[in-house]
T-cell receptor, first 114, second 116 residues
Framework: DTAVSQTPKYLVTQMGNDKSIKCEQNLGHDTMYWYKQDSKKFLKIMFSYNNKELIINETVPNRFSPKSPDKAHLNLHINSLELGDSAVYFC?????????????FGPGTRLLVL | AQKVTQAQTEISVVEKEDVTLDCVYETRDTTYYLFWYKQPPSGELVFLIR??????QNEISGRYSWNFQKSTSSFNFTITASQVVDSAVYFC?????????????FGTGTSLTVIP
């Protein structure tokens, strides 16, 4: 059974387009996250939501907008895509937002902006 | 400043050799948590272990073992009798209790190649 799933797995698009990545978790967790992994494999948190409320918002261009319709879903919408947005985007979830909680990651979405 | 340092960028070993991946962290908190994740060539991130700052016991799970030493702020990971399936990028991460939101700080990863 899939715990944290993301769609699509691959996304190839032109500069300037708008795209969305969807994330769903069936673990019953309260907290969800978006991470960006760059070409050097560096993982950096972008956003975190707890019970649909935004709690972490790192320095990310406002072209990136997360939306959490319910606790089990956290989607990422990206406007006016740029070449530098090419990366792997990971969704993750944890039981709650305490630092003791392990984060479980989705399979990643590989975004390529041409 | 980088909170988690994985100084070894790439390591290659021959199958059946033992290998240790280093992780050094930096925090002012007394309560914090350390994690290791594995990212195989297929790309997903797989959780391996969590350790809290109050538990310095070493842990062994099959061929994997972890050595946590607060005195040197290190949380090293050893694979015994390495296998080709161990080839992956391994990440160490830190979470600090004083911050809300469970923000993980990841190291830059160590790419391990096990040669058959």
């Amino acid at each position: 059974d899939t715990a944290v799933s993301q769609t699509p797995k691959y996304l190839v698009t032109q500069m300037g387009n708008d795209k969305s990545i969807k994330c769903e978790q069936n673990l019953g967790h309260d907290t969800m996250y978006w991470y960006k992994q760059d070409s050097k494999k560096f993982l950096k948190i972008m956003f975190s939501y707890n019970n649909k409320e935004l709690i972490i918002n790192e320095t990310v261009p406002n072209r990136f907008s997360p939306k959490s319709p319910d606790k089990a879903h956290l989607n990422l919408h990206i406007n006016s895509l740029e070449l530098g947005d090419s990366a792997v985007y990971f969704c993750a979830s944890s039981q709650d937002d305490r630092s003791v909680e392990t984060q479980y990651f989705g399979p990643g979405t590989r975004l390529l902006v041409l | 400043a980088q909170k988690v340092t994985q100084a070894q960028t790439e390591i290659s070993v021959v199958e059946k050799e033992d290998v240790t991946l280093d992780c050094v962290y930096e925090t002012r908190d007394t309560t914090y948590y350390l994690f290791w994740y594995k990212q195989p060539p297929s790309g997903e991130l797989v959780f391996l272990i969590r350790r809290n700052s109050f538990d310095e016991q070493n842990e062994i799970s099959g061929r994997y073992s972890w050595n946590f030493q607060k005195s040197t702020s290190s949380f090293n990971f050893t694979i015994t009798a390495s296998q080709v399936v161990d080839s992956a990028v391994y990440f160490c991460a830190l979470s600090e209790a004083r911050y809300t939101g469970n923000q993980f700080y990841f190291g830059t990863g160590t790419s391990l190649t096990v040669i058959p």
